[in-house]
């Protein structure tokens, strides 16, 4: 079975840092592009970062400068560093496959950035 | 960057009705598109890819059609479970965006 497994969301500071990682199993993450995308409470759908099999990145605007996607190959796991963190990154986020456009999504991990 | 725009944000149709969801891009994005579906507390499911191809396991009352700038997402007959917020995508090029999405409910 293709699944994708979030983990290391929590509450964290402003001003703090968190490390999200994302565990695959029934597909390869180097062989794909994988995606974060997150979802503040009661909002919509915001993409923020991908990695491409080449292993370049790219970012929302909102991501760039302290966000950080990258990939073990070795674990088969996909990782989004975040830094700096302010309370408008407070969401879910989403673990996501992009094959035939974002076709395998995780279930979430929530973010919580508050004092 | 290329916005998307939905419409409308909301909804209301009765169980059996034709219902259409536009999205307007705001470039040529060809048919790097696609529709979401997301039931309430759930994970975002892919219905609608490359515009009109629809994906895996969907039902078939679902369609998509459109290129260019402008898309639809259409449910033939709307049933109970098409409950949801559905969000359009597109592909082309980074930022991936989304649409704002457009809540449906029943009537």
């Known amino acids: 079975e293709v699944q994708l497994v979030e983990s290391g969301g929590g509450l964290v500071q402003p001003g703090g840092s968190l490390r999200l990682s994302c565990a695959a199993s029934?597909?390869?993450?180097?062989?794909?592009?994988m995606n974060w995308v997150r979802q503040a409470p009661g909002k919509g759908l915001e993409w923020v970062s991908v990695i491409y099999v080449d292993g370049s990145t790219y970012y929302a605007d909102s991501a760039k400068g302290r966000f950080t996607i990258s990939r073990d190959d070795s674990k088969n796991v996909l990782y989004l560093h975040m830094r700096s963190l302010r309370a408008e990154d407070t969401g879910t986020y989403f673990c996501?496959?992009?094959?035939?456009?974002?076709?395998?999504w995780g279930q979430g991990t929530m973010v919580i950035v508050s004092s | 960057d290329i916005q998307m725009t939905q419409s409308p944000s909301s909804l209301s149709a009765s169980v059996g009705d034709r219902v259409t969801i536009t999205c307007r891009a705001s470039q040529d994005i060809g048919n790097y598109f696609a529709w979401y579906q997301q039931k309430p507390g759930k994970v975002p499911k892919l219905l609608i890819y490359?515009?009109?191809t629809v994906h895996s396991g969907v039902p078939s009352r679902f369609s998509g059609s459109g290129s260019g700038t402008d898309f639809a997402l259409t449910i033939s007959s709307l049933q109970p479970e098409d409950v949801a917020t559905y969000y359009c995508q597109k592909y082309n090029s980074v930022p991936l965006t989304f649409g704002g999405g457009t809540k449906v409910e029943l009537k």
């Open positions: 490359a515009a009109s």
């Open positions: 029934g597909l390869t993450v180097s062989t794909k592009y």
């Open positions: 996501v496959r992009w094959n035939e456009a974002f076709d395998i």
